[in-house]
């Protein structure tokens, strides 16, 4: 009788450490399951909050980046315009426009300032005028609606460079005005440069 009252004792002290020790891991699961939903709700929370900042934040920096890539560009086409300019002045008389630089110029230096302006140099009118319309291309997308935008940005940079010579600009500089000019009313009227010849008028590149 004392064995199988020892035997009882130990089978229900087996159970009930069984059943307190389930009960416990039943609980402690729980608990991790709630841990882990409120982790989840908490990050999801986060992120709605993050995108939401982004996307509030992207429309500001978008603007500002715009503002950013117009000014860039007028920098650029107002560097170009000055270097186009320092050529020709090499080419046509060996002097330079910047003062800083030796007045004496080599009948190399003059040769190649000529060959760099020449229809097919780097620095002639259709080399920049590509350079420059191309920016204008790209940094609008290739949109013509926003050809107002690229027009306004160009004249402000001729305008630039012009007050930086005091005088002026090369004649070169105004043929590269009267080309961008050209390829600009091309786009307007044809939606994108597709087809564009240099050379030869919009009307009879198509």
């Known amino acids: 009788m004392s064995t199988i009252n020892s035997f009882n004792a130990g089978y229900y002290g087996v159970s009930a450490s069984y059943t307190a020790s389930k009960t416990a891991e039943t609980a402690a699961e729980k608990t991790t399951d709630e841990k882990v939903e409120s982790t989840s709700s908490q990050k999801t929370s ?24 117009m000014d860039s560009m007028t920098k650029m086409l107002n560097s170009m315009l000055n270097t186009q300019a320092k050529k020709a002045k090499l080419a046509s008389n060996g002097i330079s426009k910047d003062l800083f630089s030796d007045l004496t110029v080599t009948p190399e230096q003059k040769l190649a300032a000529q060959q760099a302006i020449s229809e097919d140099g780097e620095w002639g009118v259709n080399a920049v005028a590509t350079r420059i319309v191309d920016m204008c291309v790209s940094l609008s997308g290739g949109d013509s609606s926003k050809l ?8 402000k940079g001729f305008q630039q460079a012009g007050a930086q010579w005091g005088s002026s600009l090369p004649s070169i500089c105004n043929d590269t005005h009267d080309e961008i000019n050209k390829r600009f009313d091309y786009w307007e009227q044809n939606g994108s440069m597709n087809g564009y010849v240099y050379g030869v008028t919009g009307a009879d590149a198509k």
Do not use: G, N
């Not at 107002?148 to 004249?155: G, L, N, Y």
């Open 46 to 69: 986060d992120v709605d909050t993050f995108e939401k900042t982004q996307k509030r934040l992207s429309a500001d920096q978008l603007k500002a980046i715009q503002q950013q890539q």
């Open 148 to 155: 107002d935008e690229m027009r306004a940005a160009v004249e």
